[in-house]
């Protein structure tokens, strides 16, 4: 990453035994200008404008001035004052017309402005009473702030006072690690303090094209035993965010390589086939992003259902996500007669009908059978939809007894009309009078 020169400007000398010291600062205030949006930018003027009349000093922070530093697009806006963020947040809501959520017990706040969510959190220390339990927190300056952050590419905040706007804080060499293109830690017990930044670690160091830098590599190899420490909900969270990037399985095959996989499962794997199929899956729901649950069920597909059954508790997975992973083991256990050819559409309906769709779809991609392919396109396509013509009322008028007889009849129809039997409503109705002869 290059800074332009034209960003740097010398503010101040002092003279110091006898000799100059020369204080850099770099002012992003073009930058900001530049590539954020018109609206957003008077919108961070405006806080800056509030923060000043407060008597409080407002920045921006972490993962945008990052993205400002790189040139990437960014849709995150955290706002750090160094002050009480949620009577700050409160006026700013009222100053822009925005909705804001606050929360108390953590001093933050979320304002909805414009389609977008912004963050405003009091500048805080924190500490950790003990390695993967949650931080216990006091009020600070922006400087205890930064320190407390993961990684120095997101230590850096920009100062939104009017007198001081644009200027940057990089109390961590956050700027020499983008150009060095790293991913460094903070501080040697920083994986101890919070494992979870472990898996962040890989995902920001694929995301951005960097390289965990090797001293921080170091205490990650060293320290990945201390994701035991790490309750299965904030693991969970960071899988999440893994499996919404552009290229999960490059994270994902950066963590098997350092063993960080294995923590999640031993039998887990991201090898050639999960980057094969999860690019199979891009494909498939393009132009949109596949769902995160769907990649998560293919993570999980090689996996027996014991496997998975010892995952689910371990990952907290809630009601959604566990009944994805077992239809899709469910449905895995029948691939075999989904791969018969010429099988009847009323029986690819029978051994489909009742799963969720992105259990389905996750066995269509997974499987390397056309037949199978072929079968479960069948049904996600034309299948699942087909429902006979005659309701409930029609099929008692023709002498159907209500009751089960009803769903009995109901079930007749459709696979009859399943099959390509009967098409029309008369072709039911003849059906029916049929099946009513019959002895029950």
């Known amino acids: 990453m290059k800074i332009p020169t034209m960003l740097l400007h010398w503010t101040s000398c002092a003279i110091l035994l006898g000799m100059v ?19 957003v930018v008077g919108f961070i003027r405006k806080a800056g404008e509030l923060a000043e009349k407060e008597q409080q000093r407002l920045y921006l922070v972490g993962g945008v001035v990052r993205d400002i530093l790189l040139r990437r697009v960014s849709l995150d806006f955290d706002l750090v004052v160094e002050g009480d ?40 220390a924190e ?24 990684f120095s590419v997101n230590a850096m905040a920009v100062e939104l006072n009017p007198r001081h706007f644009g200027e940057l804080l990089d109390p961590h060499g956050g700027i020499a690690d983008l150009k060095a293109k790293f991913i460094r830690v903070l501080h040697d017990k920083s994986f101890t303090d919070d494992a979870t930044r ?29 994701l035991d420490t790490i309750s299965g909900t904030r ?17 994902l095959r950066r963590a098997e390589e350092l063993k960080v996989l294995y923590k999640l499962h031993p039998r887990l794997r991201a090898d050639y086939w999960l980057s094969e199929t999860f690019a199979l899956t891009r494909e498939h729901y393009s132009p949109e992003a596949p769902p995160p649950l769907l990649y998560l069920a293919l993570l ?7 496997d ?71 049904y996600l396509n034309v299948l699942k939809n087909v429902q006979p013509l005659l ?13 089960p007889r009803i769903k009995e009849a109901l079930l007749v129809l459709r696979e009859a009309k399943l099959d390509g039997k009967i098409n029309t409503s008369r072709d039911e109705e003849k059906l029916i009078k049929s099946w009513l002869k019959k002895p029950v």
């Open 308 to 378: 998975t059954e010892q995952l689910i508790p371990s990952l907290k997975l809630p009601g959604a996500s566990l009944r994805i992973l077992r239809e899709t083991q469910a449905i895995k256990e029948k691939v075999h007669e989904l791969a018969t050819p010429g099988l009847a559409p009323s029986r690819i309906y029978d051994l489909l009908h009742g799963n969720s769709v992105l259990a389905v779809t996750a066995n269509l991609l997974a499987t390397d059978s056309s037949v199978t392919e072929e079968n479960i396109e069948l």
């Open 21 to 39: 010291k020369v204080t850099e600062t770099i002012s992003l205030s073009d930058r900001i200008e530049e590539q954020l949006p018109a609206a």
């Open 198 to 226: 472990i898996w962040r670690a890989l995902r920001y160091e694929q995301r951005l094209e960097f390289k965990i830098e090797p001293v921080t590599l170091k205490a990650l190899r060293r320290d990945i035993d201390m």
């Open 85 to 124: 963020a949620i009577v700050f947040a409160k006026k700013l809501a009222r100053a822009n017309r925005a909705v804001v959520t606050t929360h108390p017990r953590f001093g933050t706040a979320k304002l909805q402005w414009r389609n977008r969510e912004i963050d405003v959190t009091t500048a805080r």
């Open 300 to 306: 999980t597909y090689r996996l027996d259902a014991a």
């Open 391 to 403: 309701s409930g009322e029609n099929l008692k008028r023709l002498g159907v007894p209500e009751g």
């Open 235 to 251: 693991i969970r969270h960071e899988l999440e965010r893994i499996l919404e990037d552009e290229l999960p399985e490059n994270i």
């Open 127 to 150: 500490s950790y009473a003990a390695p993967g339990t949650l931080p216990e927190v006091r009020p600070g300056t922006i400087t205890d702030d930064l320190a407390r952050r993961d």
